[in-house]
Each structure stands twice: as structure tokens, then as C-alpha cells.
């Protein structure tokens, strides 16, 4: 055989068997006429080393080694990939393999084809230059769609986040400015407190009180007036003071307005001239609250109290303070002079400012509890002031505020609302009230010109007589006739009590059981 050239032995026949040096290199067979490169057949049996029939079917196609003018044509040379290169190397210039031999009837190649490596980057001219393009270790090379998408992106992630830097750092200065100022002076503010209020605080008795407080606005045919007062029950009995309600006790419109800014008219249940009472009642209203009451003999100096009213008609007013003193003996009124409409108050004393208006409002405790009805003040360079109808000239509050006790306005009220008129303890004497000495003495004449010692009275029942002077009640020391009334009527019919009488310079103890009295 030629190198790199096939060549076929001839077959021997089957009769003869071959030797070494039988085999020779095959002729060529005679062609067929008329097609290129087939035999022609030969008619007869073969003779030996000779081929009946080629070994391949004709190549209409004349591809080599079979056609003409091969029959071999060289094979390609061998190409292998040149190795990546790390990322942003350039890469060096690759070697041109040698020319292969380019046999018979193949084209030549040029020189720059023959130094092209389609394995290598780059294009033909950045091969010859030796310069080729960067490569990226493991990673595709974008195309020019996708940088544009990436620097989009890229664009609008750079464009968010500056955004919302830009946002918060504006709105931190601005938040800034806004608190610090530029330029202005802002003063400092103490930060807040909590909505609720402790019940036994002022706001708390406040706001537990005030939607039973009302205020009344009296008018009679011939004056007008403001005062307060506070709901009793859920059947619409207010309580407040006679002197408020006074202008309407003959005929005239009383209307009562309530915290929650609701109206409605009201008429007088009764009255009561020498405790400064009084009870009216509305109709048609629903959803009262009472206030409850509470017990003033339990009241100490010293405890602290609220006041509500409608100082000089300013409604739902609120003041503070204390009790100042006990068993204050007030006396209010006496405008007719002949002592019918005279008030006699063994009072609770406060520093509540009250004022004209604050007349028959609640005197409240720390529990919101009433424990008095404020009905007086002492004004500069007066005496006593039972309220609105005082002279309006007056000087207001100087701290010297006076209220019923609780326990004897709830007796009285009990009274004007079942039987429409209240009993008044008496001890059935007549007393001089011009008497300048310490003390209360009886007079030597009664009313009309009677006996000062009412027969079958209890005064009569306990011995008393004409000229006693009463220095004492129940151990308190009395002073004066205003202040033995007054001690007498802060307790209750058929109420025991004990009087130190002096007669003639000798001292004795009398007992004695209050009598009733349904004068007013």
C-alpha cells in the first residue's frame, strides 16, 4: 500500500491459493462507455487478479477519492479553541496553523484566510492587527439591547433611591425648621396629661356633677333674676333657694337650663322664707341625675369643697377651696322690716368664691357628694349678701361664702315636696330681740300683746319664764336672740335639747322637747 493511499488486491480464484509474491497492485478497470469512472463488464468468468465489478456503486457526483481528478483530497487541518483568558485580558494574537497541501483542482487560499481562526474572538482584521476583543471568564457577552435595558435600570434604581433620600432629609430639615424656628422665638411647652382626672381631684367632682346642675332664669311682673340649683330626683324636683325663685312666687316664668345646653320651663312645689328654700320642678324631661346627698354634720374644718354655679349668669362655673368654719349662725333678708322674710342659717363656711348667681348651687365634697347649699356671701362693706337679690353694686366675693348644711335643706326639701310648706322647730316663746346683753331673753309681752311664754307651749312644759335669759343650747354658748333661733331650727321638730338659763344671777339646766310650727 501507498502512504495514506488504499489500495485493493486483486482476489485469487477459488482454484488457486495464493503465495507469497502472488499479490500485485490492482489495474485499473477498463470504464463503462458512456460513464465515467464504472467498469466495463467483461463477459465471461474473470481470470485472476482481475475484477468482475468495482467495489462501490459509480459517483454520479465525482466526489473524491472516487471521482477525478483524486481520487484523494487532503483533510483539513486540525483546529482547537484557544483557551479563555481571564476576564479583561486582551487576547493575544493566534497562531496560524500551516497551510495544508492543497491538492489538484482545490482553490488556493489567500493570506488573510489563511491566518483567520474562526475559533479565536475578533474579526479577520483585529486578528492581522493581533489585537482582539476583552472576553469575560464564564459570563455571555451583552448584547447592545440588553446593556441598554441594564443601564435603564440602573438609571431608574439610582433615580428611586435618590428620591427617597432626597425626601427624607428634606422632610427632617423641614420638620426642623418647623419645631426650631428660623429666625423666631418659640417658647417651651411641657408635654400633656392624661385625659382622666382622679375622681377625688376638682375636675373630677366637675365633671361628675355637672350634668346635674342647672341654671335658673327667674322673671316676675317687676324684676328679674339669675341662681342655681341641682336636680333632686328622677321626677324633675330642682333645688335651689327661696330668694332665687322669689320674682316668680306670685306669678312669673321660670325656666331652667340645664349643662347640656337644653331648656325647659318650671313651677314652684313650695317654699320656705326662714331657710331660704325652695323647690320647683320641669316636666317632660328625661335622663335627670340626681346628685347624690351627703351628711355635713360629718364635715370637718378644713375638707376640701367645690362650688358650681352661674356667677353673674356665666353658667357651669366651677370654684375650690375649703370649709372654713362650722355653725356659722347667718341671718339673710328682712327687705319688708317686720322680720317675716329673714333667713336664719346655721352655716357651713367656705372659701369658695362665690358670687350673685352661685345662690342655691351645690357646695360639694371630695366624694361629689352635696353637703350644702350655697345661699350667702359677706361682701366689703356690707353685712350679709344672700345672692342675686342683693344690691348688684356690691363688691363680689372676698372669700366669705356661707351654705345651708345639707342635712337640714334635705329635711326641709322632704317637707316642700310632700306637703308643699316645711314645720319649723319652736320652743313657744317670744324673744327680745333688742336685748343687748349676752344672750337670748325672753320678752315680758308676746306677739299681739299675749304672754311671751305660749301656754301649753314647750317652753311653758319646761319651765321657762318671762325674763330667762338662754346663755347655753345643748353646752354651745348662744350670744344673741338671732343665734338661739338659729340653733333651734338646725334641729327637728320633737329633737331633745338642753338650755343653760340664767334668772336673777342664779343658773340652772332646763330640758326640753321642740315643738313644730307651720308658720313660715
Known sequence: MNEGNPTHAAHPSDGDQPTEGDFELARPVPEVPGVPGVPEARSGSASAGERTRPLHDPDPYSTPPYGEPGPWAP????????????????????????????????????????????????????????????????????????????????????????????????????????????????????????????????????????????????????????????VLDAHGHILTNNHVVQPAASGGEITVTFSSGESAKAKVVGRDTGYDLAVVQVSGVRGLTPLPLGNSDDVQVGDPVVAIGAPFDLANTVTSGIISAKERPITAGGEKGDGSDVSYVDALQTDAPINPGNSGGPLLDAHARVIGINSAIRSAGSGSDPGQDQDQGQAGSIGLGFAIPVNQAKRVAEELINKGHATHPVIGVTLDMGYTGDGARIDTKGAGGGPAVIRGGPGARAGLRSGDVITEVDGQRVHSGEELIIKIRAHRPGDRLRLTVEHGGTERQVPLELGASEQN
Open 75 to 230: 483533510a483539513p487541518p486540525v483546529q482547537h479553541p484557544a483557551a479563555t483568558p481571564a476576564r479583561g485580558t486582551v487576547v493575544p494574537p493566534q497562531a496560524t496553523p500551516p497551510a495544508p497541501a492543497v491538492s489538484a483542482g482545490s482553490a488556493s487560499e489567500s493570506g488573510a484566510e489563511q491566518r483567520y481562526d474562526p475559533w479565536a474572538k475578533g474579526t479577520p482584521s483585529e486578528q492581522r492587527g493581533g489585537q482582539g476583543p476583552l472576553q469575560q471568564s464564564g459570563a455571555a457577552v451583552l448584547t447592545a439591547q440588553q446593556r441598554k435595558r441594564r443601564a435603564w435600570r440602573l438609571l431608574f434604581g439610582w433615580t428611586v433611591l435618590v428620591t427617597v433620600v432626597a425626601g427624607a432629609a428634606g422632610g427632617f430639615v423641614g420638620a426642623y425648621v418647623e419645631r426650631e424656628g428660623i429666625g423666631e422665638v418659640h417658647l417651651p411647652q411641657a408635654a400633656g396629661v392624661p385625659a382622666g382626672r382622679a375622681p377625688g381631684s376638682v375636675a373630677g367632682i366637675a365633671a361628675r356633677a355637672l350634668p346635674s346642675v342647672v341654671t335658673l332664669h327667674v322673671r316676675g311682673s317687676d324684676e328679674a333674676g339669675t341662681g342655681t340649683g341641682f
